[in-house]
Each structure stands twice: as structure tokens, then as C-alpha cells.
């Protein structure tokens, strides 16, 4: 896999997206491979949260630049507004999607006579030495120039003159955001889906690593009935295969092209939307214009898919912060991921999984910080918009240091096979195969085994401890065979339906999952 961190001379994190081909609604995780985006150009994509820091204000003598915007206006926004209102300090990472959906946008407008040829090459040029530029480190970001796209434009201008002026014939900031912002989010989704994998496959390594372990099964966090740890394992490998589905289907309907729509009524211009995108590996253009530049239930979609994954590591963190507890003694972190204590030097916390666990309180907040933005908002485009950007950056950053720490913690603990066998006999955790081995109606099984667990605890005892005299003291339908039953070792043998702890249906389950993230067992 890819490194996905990289470093900068700004303290501004940077994570490599790719640019991948549109995926069918039915594609599933398993035909995601690590290296699926390889065979495609490569991009980087700013997702961390910006600050002014790399921003470059204007000096207090420094005359305002007109805006590209500002012919009707006769005197310049204040200095209060400008600060208030500008987006540069952060959706400045949207800029490689930005000069991406320019030049499919110059070379459709030359196609379609709109622009010359000469002054699309010019474009393009242009374009592609401001994209080195911003690679660089060496290219100014102003504030006076509000986004992104005023920033990436106006430089065009300063840099090739007159023929830059014609790139946003039959085109709105609306809908270049949208586009913009919908590229980005596409990249975005294909690289968490490959973090989600990445983590299914550290969970899946790590039930292969302890075959046979049995462990207590909980519900009300109350002892229940024995699993094996690999089928507990298995349980957020399913969660994180639906988590990926619904990114895969978001990634679907966020897949249209908003490109050409304009600021929401389209335009007279005869452009071609569908070549733009095509050019931009979008599915079709979007059919509405006025929901082209106000939709964002894409981005409420992603959020939403976001918060209920960052649910599942929230509990995968919990289960294992409890296990590592002295309490239950079940795990036992390495120092690798683990952090002590300032004060006391006996201390050894999974911090890496309480820090997951409380960061699924941002990815849940960044959805309802969407939500609310959208509530009540008429159509079509407002300016409350802009706000749907951060938290959708933050989201994503969130979400992948969750599922990356998830997967290191997975691989960096060890699971206490003594201490979990000994802790087994407590909580009588065989009685609902007993009541299963009775073969009476289930209300009759359960009122006798009930009545056996209390004779248990009389005793002080375990199932398998009572006499046949004693069981049968009970109800003589019990036989010498019931100890065939009793036990937790002879508990997750009986289990046999579909999808249950038994070790024949565990197996099966594991070698489906082997195959389908194309696991070498070796590893």
C-alpha cells in the first residue's frame, strides 16, 4: 500500500489521494485491491484543517486588488468583512480538483468554438505552471482573493493575460465549487475504503493468530454464552464491510457532474456538459441545474457514513480498553501502542483506543454541524454553503487516524490465553446448550436449567460439577450424555447454524474472508 502521510515545510498535514474510475453500485470492499487506483494518475489532496498561517494578508499601505467580481461596486468590502468572509485558509486544499475541472472546462469551451485553440493552450499552460507553483510551496495565497478559485484564477491572469479572462465563460464559482468539492470527496471516500480494508485485514490476521481461543460472549456486559474470540473478531470486520458499502454507494450518487450548470439556471452558451464530464471521470452531468449548485446530500451522505463507522471503532475501542484492563486481563497492549502515566509509574493505558473512542465524538459532530447548515436553507445557492467544508476535511482526517491506529493497535496486542481460560468458568456460560440438549419445549428447558444454575449457585459449583443424581433430582429426562453438552469447550462445539460460534462455521466464515481481502495465511 501507498504511504499515505507525507511531510511539508508547513505544519499543514497532507494525506495522497488517487484518482480512480467510477465503481458500480454493486462493487463490494473485496474488489477494492490496496493498489486499485495504480494504473491511474497520481494526486495529493489537502484534507487537514488550513490556517492564515500560509496566508498572505495585505499590508496596511497595500492598495485592494478589484475583485473579479466587483464592476458593479464602488468602494472595497471592509477589512472586518474580508477576514470574515474569505474561505482561502481552508478550501485552498481543494486546489488540485479546481485547476483539474478548469482544464476540462477550457478544452470543452474550445471545442465548442467558445475560446481559440491558442487561448486553451495558453490556459492550460497556465494552469499547469500555477499547479507546480502551489506544489512547490511557492505560490501566494491572498486573502483579498477570497477562495481558492478567485486565487487560481486571478493568478492565471496576472500570469497570461486577456485569454485567461475567457475560462469562466458559462461557468459560476457555484458550480465550480460543487465540482471541486465533489472530486474531492470521490478521492477521499477511495482512500478511506482503503484504510477500512487495511484494518479488516489487521483483524482477520489477528483472529488467525489465536485459533481456538474461547472467550465470554456479553450482553447487558453481563456474562451470556462462550464464543471463540476469532467469530467476536469477525463481528467488526462485518461492520467495517458494511461501512465501506455505504462510502461505495455514496460514492455513486456523488458521482454527477455539476460543471456547467452555472450559478443555477444554466447558461445560453452552447457548451458541451457532457464532455466535461466525461473528462472528469463523473458518471453524467447533473440533469437539474438548480439542484446542481444547492444539492449537498452527497456530503450529508458521506458524513452520515463517516459517524456510523466512527460508532463501530468507537465500540471496537471500548472492547478493547475494557480488555485491557486489570479487571478483565484479556489483552495486553504492547508498548508500541501504549502511554503511562505522569504521575504514576506503574501505568500502562490504551490511550491510542480511548482517543478512537472520543474522536467519533468530532466525526458525529461534523455530520450534525451539516445537518443544521442545511436545515431550512432555500434553493438555491447561499452563502452559508461555504460552511460545508470543514467539517467535511475534518471528518475525513478524523476517520482515517481512527481506522489507522485501529489497525496498528491490532496488530500490536496479544490476547492472554490463561487468564481468559480461568476467568471462563464463572457465569455459567454453557446453561443455553443445556437447555437446547433437554429436548422439551424451550419454556419447560429453561425453567429447569434456571433451577439447575440455582442449585449451582447453592453450591458454589459449576454445571458440569452437578451429579446425574442431582440434574435428574431436577427432571429425569436428563441422561449420562448431557455432559457431552456442559462445559464451555463442549458449548461452541454444538453451536451449527448459519453465521453462529461453532468451529466449523467460524472456519468457514474465516476462509471467506481470507479469500475475499486475499489474506496469505503465511503472513
Not at 458494511?242 to 460543471?259: E, H, I, K, S, T
Not at 449420562?480 to 448459519?498: H, I, Q, R, T
Not at 479469500?515 to 495465511?521: A, G, H, T
Request: hydrophobic share 40%; glycine share 6%.
Amino acid at each position: 500500500m501507498e504511504s499515505i502521510a507525507h511531510c511539508s515545510a508547513t505544519p499543514t498535514s497532507l494525506f495522497s489521494f488517487s484518482s480512480t474510475t467510477k465503481l458500480p453500485a454493486s462493487t463490494s470492499l473485496s474488489s477494492l485491491p490496496l493498489a486499485h487506483h495504480r494504473a491511474m494518475s497520481r494526486r495529493d489532496v489537502i484534507c487537514a484543517s488550513q490556517t492564515l498561517a500560509d496566508v498572505s494578508a495585505l499590508k496596511p499601505d497595500e492598495p485592494k486588488e478589484n475583485k473579479l467580481w466587483g464592476g458593479r461596486f464602488e468602494e472595497s468590502v471592509t477589512d472586518a468583512v474580508e477576514r470574515f468572509t474569505e474561505s482561502i485558509s481552508f478550501d485552498k486544499a481543494l486546489y488540485k480538483h479546481d485547476i483539474m475541472g478548469s482544464r476540462a472546462h477550457a478544452s470543452m469551451l474550445a471545442k465548442q468554438g467558445l475560446i481559440s485553440v491558442g487561448d486553451r493552450d495558453g490556459i492550460l499552460e497556465g494552469l499547469n505552471e500555477i499547479e507546480r507553483l502551489i506544489e512547490n510551496g511557492e505560490f501566494v495565497w491572498r486573502t483579498d482573493r477570497e477562495d481558492v478559485h478567485m486565487n487560481i484564477e486571478a493568478a492565471l491572469i496576472d500570469m497570461i493575460g486577456e485569454p485567461a479572462k475567457k475560462l469562466h465563460t458559462a461557468r459560476s464559482r457555484n458550480d465550480q465549487v460543487l465540482t471541486d468539492f465533489r472530486l474531492w470527496c470521490r478521492d477521499a471516500i477511495d482512500l478511506i475504503v482503503e484504510r477500512i480494508k487495511h484494518l479488516q485485514v489487521a483483524l482477520v490476521t489477528l483472529a488467525l493468530k489465536n485459533d481456538g481461543l474461547i472467550v465470554p460472549g456479553y450482553t447487558h456486559l453481563q456474562r451470556a454464552q462462550p464464543v471463540l474470540l476469532q467469530h467476536l473478531l469477525l463481528a467488526f470486520v462485518e461492520q467495517l464491510e458494511r461501512d465501506a458499502g455505504r462510502l461505495v454507494d455514496c460514492r455513486v450518487r456523488l458521482n454527477f457532474c455539476p460543471l456547467g450548470a452555472c450559478a443555477l439556471a444554466g447558461t445560453g452558451l452552447p457548451i458541451d456538459r457532457f464532455m466535461t464530464a466525461e473528462a472528469l471521470g463523473f458518471t453524467a452531468p447533473m440533469s437539474n441545474s438548480i439542484d446542481a449548485v444547492s444539492d449537498r446530500d452527497f456530503v450529508l451522505e458521506f458524513l452520515s457514513a463517516n459517524a456510523i463507522m466512527a460508532i463501530h471503532l468507537s465500540r471496537l475501542g471500548e472492547e478493547w480498553v475494557l480488555w485491557a484492563s486489570e479487571e478483565f486481563g484479556f489483552i495486553t497492549p504492547s508498548d508500541a501502542v501504549s502511554t503511562g502515566s505522569s504521575i504514576m509509574p506503574q501505568k500502562k493505558n490504551p490511550d491510542p483506543m480511548e482517543l478512537v473512542r472520543g474522536k467519533s465524538a468530532r466525526v458525529v459532530g461534523d455530520l450534525v454541524t451539516l445537518l443544521t447548515l442545511c436545515k431550512g436553507l432555500p434553493l438555491a445557492y447561499n452563502r452559508d454553503l461555504q460552511e460545508d467544508k470543514e467539517p467535511v476535511f475534518d471528518s475525513v482526517k478524523t476517520i482515517l487516524g481512527m481506522l489507522e491506529v485501529s489497525a496498528e493497535f491490532a496488530q500490536n496486542i496479544s490476547f492472554n490465553g490463561d487468564r481468559i481460560k480461568k476467568a471462563l468458568p464463572a457465569g455459567h456460560l454453557d446453561a443455553t446448550t443445556l437447555a437446547d440438549y433437554l429436548g422439551v419445549p424451550f419454556r419447560t428447558s429453561h425453567d429447569i436449567v434456571g433451577r439447575s444454575v440455582a442449585l449451582c449457585v447453592s453450591k458454589n459449583s459449576q454445571l458440569r460439577d452437578l451429579s446425574l443424581d442431582e440434574l435428574r433430582s431436577l427432571n429425569p429426562v436428563f441422561d449420562k450424555d448431557v455432559y457431552e453438552f456442559l462445559g464451555v469447550e463442549n458449548a461452541v462445539e454444538k453451536f451449527c447454524s448459519y453465521g453462529s460460534t461453532g468451529s466449523s462455521c467460524v472456519a468457514s466464515q474465516l476462509d471467506y474472508w481470507i479469500s475475499k481481502l486475499q489474506i496469505s495465511e503465511e503472513s
